[in-house]
């Protein structure tokens, strides 16, 4: 236990004491994005995924030290590929960030830049493949076809699991724009998971999940409303990939769809439009209303006197009982796996 508060207190403490100093420097150089569920539109810091990944590297890295020194007992093939998945999306989302919103990268760039940083996962996963997918069940190792054996492990490596890390990352990138959404989403859901983790031995899958909960909640203090900082694409992007990551090697697929199910409503809200939809409201005074077209979830939540901190707090509430939801369907398939 305390070696895994130790990975979570680094990443933390990287982010917590690096962001007040991360601030003005960014600033200077004009990264300065407006915060548009304010009335009066001020400028406010970007680039904030910057120290989030350095955060969650030093934790990562931290947890790799103990296991090569220490004795924490970590399988690195698959743990280092999943960090440099992780490492890749974010590096990509950090490059969105410093060319502009909606200057940077395209939305079909968004869907293919992740295949490819999900390269690492999918090679190492050819050599120990999965005999589940989420709401199929068991499924054979082979199949034997006419023209020859096709081996699920490989189908599973090669479409599956770019198709999740995209897909996660790229669901994260749709429910956003309020001050503290983002970082508090992705905690929650990376929280879940790392319990999960924790009490079925899924030790790497744990590392990454604390390393990235730990840099995201200091981030939190400077992103919580009113915000000093925005997360921008490097946090959201970077963030999902993570959730898949942890998914993925801790074997828990069909939990990580079913804690991405705000996510889901929001793609297809967002579809309507042809993903042209804004997450933001119309600020009037300190309150926030939604257009006459409500075209994402956030609008959805305010009715009301609702503030942006308050349109927040709805949507992570909803998410809370989502999170304890899977944790009761986790404990109760370890019940029915022990029975």
Same mark, same amino acid.
């Given at each position: 236990? *305390?070696?895994?508060?130790?990975?979570?207190?680094?990443?933390?403490?990287?982010?917590?004491?690096?962001?007040?100093?991360?601030?003005?420097?960014?600033?200077?150089?004009?990264?300065?994005?407006?915060?548009?569920?304010?009335?009066? !539109?001020?400028?406010?810091?970007?680039?904030?995924?910057?120290?989030?990944?350095?955060?969650?590297?030093?934790?990562?890295?931290?947890?790799?030290?103990?296991?090569?020194?220490?004795?924490?007992?970590?399988? *690195?093939?698959?743990?280092?590929?999943?960090?440099?998945?992780?490492?890749?999306?974010?590096?990509?989302?950090?490059?969105?960030?410093? +060319?502009?919103?909606?200057?940077?990268?395209?939305?079909?760039?968004?869907?293919?830049?992740?295949?490819?940083?999900?390269?690492?996962?999918?090679?190492?996963?050819?050599?120990?493949?999965?005999?589940?997918?989420?709401?199929?069940?068991? /499924?054979?190792?082979?199949?034997?076809?006419?023209?020859?054996?096709?081996?699920?492990?490989?189908?599973?490596?090669?479409? /599956?699991?770019?198709?999740?890390?995209?897909?996660?990352?790229?669901?994260?990138?749709?429910?956003?724009?309020?001050?503290? *959404?983002?970082?508090?989403?992705?905690?929650?859901?990376?929280?879940?998971?790392?319990?999960?983790?924790?009490?079925?031995?899924?030790?790497?899958?744990?590392?990454?999940?604390?390393?990235?909960?730990?840099?995201?909640?200091?981030?939190?203090?400077?992103?919580?409303?009113?915000? !000093?900082?925005?997360?921008?694409?490097?946090?959201? /992007?970077?963030?999902?990939?993570?959730?898949?990551?942890?998914?993925?090697?801790?074997?828990?697929?069909?939990?990580?769809?079913? /804690?991405?199910?705000?996510?889901?409503?929001?793609?297809?809200?967002?579809?309507?439009?042809?993903?042209?939809?804004?997450?933001?409201?119309?600020?009037?005074? !300190?309150?926030?209303?939604?257009?006459? !077209?409500?075209?994402?979830?956030?609008?959805?939540?305010?009715?009301?006197?609702?503030?942006?901190?308050?349109?927040?707090?709805?949507?992570?509430?909803?998410?809370?009982?989502?999170?304890?939801?899977?944790?009761?369907?986790?404990?109760?398939?370890?019940?029915? +796996?022990?029975?």
């Amino acid at each position: 236990m *305390l070696i895994y508060l130790a990975i979570l207190l680094v990443a933390f403490i990287t982010v917590y004491y690096l962001v007040p100093k991360f601030i003005p420097l960014v600033r200077d150089r004009g990264f300065i994005g407006k915060d548009m569920n304010k009335a009066k !539109k001020t400028g406010v810091a970007e680039l904030g995924g910057i120290p989030i990944f350095l955060g969650f590297v030093f934790g990562a890295t931290f947890a790799i030290f103990y296991s090569t020194y220490l004795g924490l007992e970590l399988d *690195l093939l698959p743990f280092i590929a999943g960090i440099l998945t992780i490492v890749i999306i974010g590096f990509i989302g950090t490059v969105d960030d410093m +060319i502009g919103w909606k200057k940077g990268i395209r939305q079909w760039q968004h869907a293919l830049f992740p295949v490819v940083a999900a390269l690492p996962l999918m090679a190492v996963r050819v050599a120990n493949p999965p005999l589940t997918i989420p709401f199929v069940g068991v /499924l054979p190792g082979e199949y034997v076809l006419p023209f020859g054996v096709i081996s699920f492990g490989i189908i599973y490596s090669l479409i /599956l699991v770019p198709i999740g890390v995209t897909g996660a990352s790229n669901a994260t990138n749709m429910l956003a724009g309020l001050n503290g *959404l983002e970082a508090s989403l992705s905690a929650m859901i990376l929280g879940t998971l790392a319990i999960v983790a924790f009490f079925t031995g899924k030790i790497e899958a744990l590392v990454i999940a604390l390393a990235m909960v730990g840099a995201l909640v200091a981030f939190l203090k400077y992103n919580w409303f009113p915000a !000093k900082i925005f997360g921008g694409d490097g946090l959201t /992007l970077m963030s999902g990939a993570s959730i898949a990551v942890v998914a993925i090697i801790g074997d828990m697929e069909k939990l990580g769809v079913l /804690l991405l199910i705000l996510f889901f409503i929001e793609f297809y809200l967002k579809s309507r439009s042809k993903f042209q939809a804004e997450s933001f409201g119309i600020p009037k005074g !300190k309150y926030l209303t939604s257009p006459k !077209k409500k075209g994402s979830l956030t609008h959805y939540f305010m009715f009301g006197k609702a503030t942006e901190k308050r349109v927040v707090l709805r949507i992570l509430a909803v998410q809370f009982v989502i999170c304890l939801f899977v944790l009761l369907i986790a404990y109760l398939n370890t019940l029915m +796996i022990i029975g």
